[in-house]
Nanobody
């Protein structure tokens, strides 16, 4: 599967952005999906994950209540709605995919898209 992320940009603190990740291939509905981010000088971290059915989601504590991950299997797309953005959310955001029959939280991902930069100004 090939992944194409988009939607990043510059936003003021308190603002919102929606990231999209479009996937190629006919079996998108069998991939668990996730968003990761990496800030300069920091390790990559998992931000949010969603099971292949969309029925289960997982969030990092730092984004709970502010970010929402969702997917549209008919459009082969996963989204990350980011509200109440903070300067510490500034990072390159990556989408990732894992082929699995397990409809739950996956921690290891096999396919990665190019990153999209999110910059939150104070």
């Amino acid at each position: 599967v090939q992944l194409q992320a988009s939607g990043g940009g510059l936003v003021q603190a308190g603002g919102s952005l929606r990231l999209s990740c479009a996937a190629s291939g006919r079996t998108f509905s069998r991939y668990a999906m996730a968003w990761f981010r990496q800030a300069p000088g920091k390790e990559r971290e998992l931000v949010a994950a969603i099971s292949w059915s969309g029925g289960r989601t997982h969030y990092a504590d730092s984004v709970k209540g502010r970010f929402t991950i969702s997917r549209d299997n008919a459009k082969n797309t996963v989204y990350l709605q980011m509200n109440s953005l903070k300067p510490e959310d500034t990072a390159v955001y990556y989408c990732a995919a894992a082929y699995t029959l397990y409809d739950g939280f996956i921690s290891e991902y096999d396919y990665w898209g190019q990153g999209t930069q999110v910059t939150v100004s104070s």
